[in-house]
Nanobody, 113 residues
Framework: QVQLVESGGGLVQPGGSLRLSCAAS????????MGWYRQAPGNQREYVAL???????ILADSVKGRFTISRDNVKNTVYLQMNSLKPEDTAVYYC???????WGQGTQVTVSS
């Protein structure tokens, strides 16, 4: 069964960094564009970043200059490097296969002093 499993979340102080990972099971990972989204309490899920099959990336304005999305097609994994974290980045972060619509279970990121 194809799955997406996120990891790497946690508690970090403002200004700190985290790297999220999303590991995909199954084959053909390299054929799919992948995305990261987040959902804060009381808010709708919002787009954060995407990476195409060719490795082109697009980032939401709110995270440009602070977050980076990348992928490793050998490891079937997409990453979200988050730097200069702010309290407003606190949310559950989800990855998605943009071709199939499959979601992972999410990983909590909390930015607080």
């Amino acid at each position: 069964q194809v799955q997406l499993v996120e990891s790497g979340g946690g508690l970090v102080q403002p200004g700190g960094s985290l790297r999220l990972s999303c590991a995909a099971s199954g084959s053909s990972f390299s054929m799919y564009a992948m995305g990261w989204y987040r959902q804060a309490p009381g808010n709708q899920r919002e787009y954060v970043a995407l990476i195409t099959v060719g490795g082109d990336t697009i980032l939401a304005d709110s995270v440009k200059g602070r977050f980076t999305i990348s992928r490793d097609n050998v490891k079937n994994t997409v990453y979200l490097q988050m730097n200069s974290l702010k309290p407003e980045d606190t949310a559950v972060y989800y990855c998605q296969n943009l071709a199939t619509g499959l979601w992972g279970q999410g990983t909590q990121v909390t930015v607080s002093s």
